[in-house]
């Protein structure tokens, strides 16, 4: 599902192959409702359930710190 943690993983070989070594992660803090920024969220360091789960974000940042 586009937008998720596993969507943004399964681009990260093509993003490596164009040379990108960076990515920078905006908010991703829980919100109320379905779209934000996660900058209003109360639990800051509890990922929004529309992207996933904290397992899915170790799988998105353990590939990217291995394609370096």
Known sequence: VEGTWSAATAELPRLAELGITCVEL????????????GYDGGAQFA?????????????FIDPAHGLG
């Open 26 to 37: 905006m908010p991703v803090a829980d919100f109320g409702g379905t779209f934000g920024w």
């Open 47 to 59: 990922p929004h359930r529309c992207y996933g789960n904290h397992d899915d974000r170790r799988t």
